[in-house]
């Protein structure tokens, strides 16, 4: 678990992971989501997108990742997140996500974290803010 006194503002965590069809499979079944532009490549063809692509929540989890095991870590609980998604994942991507402390209340426990994910291109696809309050052990 991390001491709280020990973050510091700019501090920095990524997580790298390259999306796979059985993400894009599982998460389906986790959420319930089989929306044919995650699933069917022939219909996804016909839209603006030209082909499947990942849950954007898929790639959002990616976040929760990195916040609840690097940054801040275990005893991190999320408050809130805003996010905006700028450009679609697809399978076979490497995406990056990067958290980075912005802001830290020492009363609270608290930091607030930018929140990114980038392909393998260096696009941001994924860009926000997430609140996050660090536990005390009783």
Same mark, same amino acid.
């Given at each position: @678990?991390?001491?709280?006194?020990?973050?510091?503002?700019?501090?920095?965590?990524?997580?790298?992971?390259?999306?796979?069809?059985?993400?894009?499979?599982?998460?389906?079944?986790?959420?319930?989501?089989?929306?044919?532009?995650?699933?069917?490549?022939?219909?996804?063809?016909?839209?603006?997108?030209?082909?499947?692509?990942?849950?954007?929540?898929?790639?959002?989890?990616?976040?929760?990742?990195?916040?609840?095991?690097?940054?801040?870590?275990?005893?991190?609980?999320?408050?809130?997140?805003?996010?905006?998604?700028?450009?679609?994942?697809?399978?076979?991507?490497?995406?990056?996500?990067?958290?980075?402390?912005?802001?830290?209340?020492?009363?609270?426990?608290?930091?607030?974290?930018?929140?990114?994910? @980038?392909?393998?291109?260096?696009?941001?696809?994924?860009?926000?803010?997430?609140?996050?309050?660090? @536990?005390?052990?009783?």
């Amino acid at each position: @678990m991390i001491n709280f006194e020990d973050i510091k503002i700019g501090d920095i965590a990524e997580v790298v992971h390259t999306i796979k069809d059985e993400d894009i499979q599982n998460f389906g079944k986790l959420s319930g989501d089989y929306n044919p532009l995650h699933f069917d490549e022939e219909w996804a063809k016909k839209t603006r997108f030209g082909g499947r692509i990942a849950h954007g929540l898929l790639t959002a989890s990616y976040i929760s990742n990195a916040i609840g095991m690097k940054l801040p870590g275990v005893g991190a609980i999320y408050l809130s997140q805003e996010m905006k998604f700028l450009k679609p994942a697809r399978i076979n991507d490497t995406i990056t996500t990067r958290v980075k402390v912005i802001e830290k209340d020492d009363n609270k426990r608290r930091v607030r974290l930018s929140t990114d994910c @980038m392909n393998q291109y260096g696009d941001t696809i994924l860009s926000g803010t997430a609140l996050i309050q660090i @536990m005390l052990l009783e």
